[in-house]
């Protein structure tokens, strides 16, 4: 079974792709700031409700054809309430799927977002920025709590390595049971689904049944989550469909509501 525990070049990667994604992709041109609430229009450009609306206002010919302007290609999108004020027109419009996943993915308050940041000054409401991980208590920590974490009998002898020399991190990264702080997790209970260390699996789990080492699960969890990925895949395909449908016949009934008012 694949650890969630991620090593020091996932960390790295983490850090380096939520500031890629945010500078070139989660960014509105107009206030050049990441994403507040984003909308994106039928050009699938994407900006912030409150810049979308403002720039909305400045464009009265595209207020009577009763459309939202795109401020970077001029594409109109059409409004399903044209009675409604602009600001209403605005407020229903949604983030594409992509847009969404990555703003939970890479965006302010995501993982990812946040992973360079001293998890113990975090607790307390600072942002001081990490420069040490440790592997055993899986936390990135500043200078100041490090010495901290170096001084404590149960944490003095964890490895740290600093986040920014990915040379002494080995790729394979060990599994370190959260109860038991220096067993690494090398067992599978198929009866509890958990990954489990020696000391649990004599403890916790002598009365089950099945119990399997990790390298034997493996294969079984890569085929099922493969599987898995691909009914997920078919859905959005499926659903994806449906929405164009839909949108189809909401455009054919619209159309046939104008010949009956004339």
């Not at 401020?71 to 109109?76: G, T």
């Not at 399903?80 to 969404?100: A, F, G, R, Y």
């Not at 992973?115 to 307390?124: A, L, P, R």
């Not at 493969?226 to 469909?241: A, D, F, P």
Request: overall charge positive.
């Amino acid at each position: 079974m694949r650890s969630t525990r991620p090593t020091l070049s996932t960390l790295n990667v983490q850090m380096a792709t939520a500031k890629i994604l945010t500078d070139h992709h989660l960014t509105c041109v107009i206030c050049t700031e990441v994403f507040t609430d984003p909308a994106t229009l039928q050009c699938n450009h994407t900006f912030c409700k409150s810049c979308l609306l403002k720039y909305t206002n400045t464009q009265p010919e595209a207020i009577q054809a009763k459309s939202i302007p795109c401020p970077s290609c001029r594409q109109l999108t059409k409004v399903t309430t044209p009675d409604s004020p602009v600001e209403e027109w605005v407020s229903q419009l949604k983030p594409s799927h992509v847009i969404q996943g990555l703003m939970d993915d890479f965006g302010p308050g995501s993982k990812a977002a946040h992973v360079n940041i001293c998890s113990v000054c975090k607790v307390q409401g600072k942002t001081t920025p990490a420069t040490s991980w440790c592997s055993v208590c899986d936390d990135v920590f500043c200078d100041g709590c490090l010495k901290m974490h170096n001084m404590m009998p149960m944490s003095r002898d964890h490895e740290v390595v600093g986040l920014s020399d990915t040379t002494k991190r080995k790729a394979k990264q060990r599994f370190i049971c959260k109860i038991h702080k220096d067993e690494q997790i090398k067992l599978f209970c198929k009866d509890c689904r958990v990954a489990i260390c020696h000391t649990c699996c004599s403890i916790k789990h002598r009365k089950c049944d099945d119990v399997d080492t990790l390298d034997n699960m493996t294969p079984v969890v890569r085929e099922h989550l493969s599987n898995q990925n691909q009914e997920l895949k078919l859905k959005m395909t499926t659903s994806e469909n449906r929405i164009i449908f839909r949108k189809s016949q909401i455009v054919e009934i619209e159309s046939q509501c104008a010949k009956y008012k004339r």
